[in-house]
């Protein structure tokens, strides 16, 4: 099982981002998925999440509203379309997947990690 992702840069605030990470040795419909973030000198949140059968998503509250979970199963490719972009979300960002079928915003519920993409927003 391995997760890719991609897609970090820098954007300026009030701009968009799409994270991409594609993954292999599994199926997106079998799996849920998250993305998580890591600020500098802050633990680690939970950002989004989405069940294997994409019925239900969740969101941290402080990107509700601005990012949108979303996936294709025949890509093998989830995503993470951030806009509305503020410093505060400067982090790495992390793709993950988990067995379970339900979606969790806990980091210790997953079982498959991608490497990271840095997102950096300029004030």
């Known amino acids: 099982v391995q997760l890719q992702a991609s897609g970090g840069g820098l954007a300026q605030a009030g701009g968009s981002l799409r994270l991409s990470c594609v993954v292999s040795?599994?199926?997106?419909?079998?799996?849920?998925i998250g993305w998580f973030r890591q600020a500098p000198g802050k633990e680690r949140e939970g950002v989004s999440c989405?069940?294997?059968?994409?019925?239900?998503?969740c969101y941290a509250d402080s990107v509700k509203g601005r990012f949108t979970i979303s996936r294709d199963i025949a890509k093998n490719t989830m995503y993470l379309q951030m806009n509305s972009l503020k410093a505060e979300d400067t982090a790495v960002y992390y793709c993950?997947?988990?067995?379970?079928?339900?979606?969790?915003?806990?980091?210790?519920?997953?079982?498959?990690w991608g490497q990271g993409t840095l997102v950096t927003v300029s004030s």
């Open positions: 040795g599994f199926t997106l419909d079998r799996y849920a």
């Open positions: 993950a997947a988990t067995r379970l079928s339900t979606g969790s915003r806990s980091g210790n519920s997953y079982n498959y």
């Open positions: 989405i069940t294997g059968s994409g019925a239900s998503t």
